[in-house]
C-alpha cells in the first residue's frame, strides 16, 4: 500500500522549533521530490519547502527562508522539515507530498504531486 504519513506537529511558543516528518511505505521516497504545503483557515494551501530526487537540491518559500530546512534520510525512507524562530503566521496543517516533474523541473508543479501525507497541525501561538 502506497501512504505518506506525515507527522511531528504540536503547540509552540513563538521563537520555538519543531520537526517535521514524513514518511513512506509502499514507494521510494527519493525516487519522488518531496515538498512541504501548508494551508492556514481560510486561506489557499501554499508550497513551503520542496528537495530534488536527483542531487538534494532544495527549494523555499521566501517566507521560510533562513528559517525552515529540509532533508532527506534515504535510510528510514523518510523527510524532515526543521522549523525554527517559528511566528504565528506559521500556524497552518502542514502536509507533504510525492512528486515527478514531467518536463524534469523543479520543483514538480502542484499537479505533479501523487501522493499526499494527512496533515499535521502546527500553532504557533503564547
Known amino acids: 500500500q502506497v501512504q505518506l504519513v506525515d507527522s511531528g506537529g504540536g503547540l509552540v511558543q513563538p521563537g520555538g522549533s519543531l520537526r517535521l516528518s514524513c514518511a513512506a511505505s509502499?514507494?521510494?521516497?527519493?525516487?519522488?521530490?518531496i515538498g512541504w504545503f501548508r494551508q492556514a483557515p481560510g486561506k489557499e494551501r501554499e508550497g513551503v519547502a520542496c528537495i530534488s530526487s536527483s542531487d538534494g537540491s532544495t527549494h523555499y518559500a521566501d517566507s521560510v527562508k533562513g528559517r525552515f530546512t529540509i532533508s532527506r534520510d534515504n535510510a528510514k525512507n523518510t523527510v524532515h522539515l526543521q522549523m525554527n524562530s517559528l511566528k504565528p503566521e506559521d500556524t497552518a496543517v502542514y502536509y507533504c507530498?510525492?512528486?515527478?516533474?514531467?518536463?524534469?523541473?523543479?520543483?514538480?508543479?502542484?499537479?505533479?504531486?501523487?501522493?499526499w501525507g494527512q496533515g499535521t497541525q502546527v500553532t504557533v501561538s503564547s
Open positions: 507530498a510525492a512528486g515527478r516533474s514531467r518536463l524534469g523541473l523543479f520543483p514538480p508543479a502542484y499537479f505533479e504531486y501523487e501522493f
Open positions: 509502499g514507494f521510494t521516497l527519493d525516487d519522488y521530490a
